[in-house]
């Protein structure tokens, strides 16, 4: 950080400090960072020049200094006579300028590193296709736990009544049996604000979850009864010992849909068939690796258009696939989205003429369904509509498979 930068900032979080104040003697009264708003504004527009390169929220400076006070607060004893009162009447903030350097100088490390997990519906089965660990691209990792993983990484103790209380379930141990997505990210990741890093992940797990689904290596057996959150992440700031972070999880209906998937079955499968399935999971790397994001995008949209019981919702989610994958504003505005997309998705996927005018004469009316539930509020749907939503995820699957293929071909041939 340039010296005139820094004494900026040195000086506005010693002049901001008395303002912070601290609740029942251990936590952050969180209202109170408004005191600290305005920090960014000192730093640089280019964050790149004084080293932040990585995943940070838009106010990294705010958040860090809100972040590493709560967690200085929150080591000391719970007092619930306590009144609210300003932090510089806590030993460690009463010299407002020590605090400020110590807060600052703690900053100059970042991009700190971590590491996040998430189990997916992956066994030993994918051994010979993925072996111990595949790197995916983009930071992104699957592997399989082994004994130097469980010594490295020991799962965070569970919080006591978390099940009963909240309906999520953490695991008492990793799954040796299955594989994980592992993601490697440079930034900052607080327990309650600058939550991107944890957000990203999320996306990146669900893209992979789409991709397994389009790629029909998975399928969703979802149970009729009510489920525990079992989705979630293991948080890892990284260094000679791993310490576990807070804890996140998958939103609710993700993680009910993300758990619920397992290894499509390949009963009755011939040997030969089995195999070229299973090569499928190869084409992974080709859509992480790929500087266009639209099938990684896409892949997340497919997996959303499974979670939550709003079929409304979820036929838009998947009409959006293939607004992603398909769609141009400027030639879109010419011959009208609807048709751009039909053209293109029969052009993909469609073998011969009458395939072809077969899925455009379809993707037409779907779209018109689309349509009418964005633009006329349409509040059901038909069972000719509901047999047109199958159909449109089919479309999708057979979709994102062929724009892997293509990309595949193109990184291999290249």
Request: hydrophobic letters at 40%; glycine letters at 6%; one cysteine or more.
């Amino acid at each position: 950080m340039h010296p005139n930068c820094r004494t900026r900032v040195l000086e506005a979080i010693r002049t901001a400090l008395p303002q912070v104040r601290v609740e029942h003697n251990n936590s952050l009264w969180l209202v109170s960072l408004l005191a600290l708003s305005d920090l960014d504004d000192i730093l640089p527009a280019n964050k790149a020049t004084i080293g932040m390169v990585g995943q940070f929220s838009e106010r990294p400076l705010m958040h860090f200094v809100g972040e590493q006070i709560a967690r200085s607060l929150a080591t000391r004893e719970y007092d619930s006579s306590a009144n609210t009162a300003p932090i510089t009447t806590l030993p460690e903030f009463r010299d407002t300028t020590a605090a400020a350097e110590r807060l600052v100088s703690e900053f100059e490390t970042l991009p700190w590193q971590y590491e996040l997990f998430i189990e997916v519906p992956l066994t030993g089965t994918f051994d010979d296709a993925l072996g111990a660990t595949c790197a995916l691209g983009g930071g992104l990792t699957l592997l399989r736990p082994d004994e130097l993983h469980l010594s490295r990484y020991p799962l965070p103790k569970r919080p006591l009544l978390l099940k009963a209380l909240n309906r999520k379930a953490m695991p008492d141990e990793w799954g040796l049996k299955h594989y994980y997505l592992k993601a490697s990210v440079d930034g900052f990741l607080g327990r309650f604000s600058s939550r991107q890093v944890v957000s990203n992940f999320i996306a990146k797990a669900k893209s992979v979850a789409g991709l397994l689904l389009a790629l029909g290596l998975v399928e969703v057996d979802r149970p009729p009864f009510p489920q525990l959150n079992r989705g979630h992440i293991f948080v890892y700031l990284t260094g000679e010992e791993p310490q576990s972070e807070e804890s996140a999880w998958l939103a609710d209906e993700d993680a009910y849909v993300f758990q619920s998937l397992k290894e499509a079955s390949e009963d009755g499968l011939s040997a030969d068939h089995v195999k070229a399935r299973r090569w499928g999971i190869s084409l992974l790397s080709s859509a992480f690796s790929f500087s266009d994001d639209r099938i990684v995008n896409a892949a997340r949209w497919f997996f959303d258009s499974y979670s939550g019981p709003n079929e409304l919702l979820s036929f838009v989610q998947a009409m959006v696939v293939l607004e992603i994958l398909f769609g141009e504003q400027g030639t879109s505005d010419v011959i009208g989205i609807g048709q751009l997309i039909a053209n293109r998705c029969a052009y993909l996927i469609g073998h011969t003429v009458s395939r072809r005018a077969e899925i455009i004469k379809d993707i037409r009316r779907i779209y018109g369904t689309r349509s009418a539930i964005v633009h006329r509020g349409k509040d059901t749907l038909t069972y000719a509509e509901l047999a047109d939503f199958n159909k449109l995820r089919e479309l999708c699957s057979r979709s994102l498979r062929q724009e892997l293929l293509t990309i595949h071909r193109d990184t291999t041939a290249g």
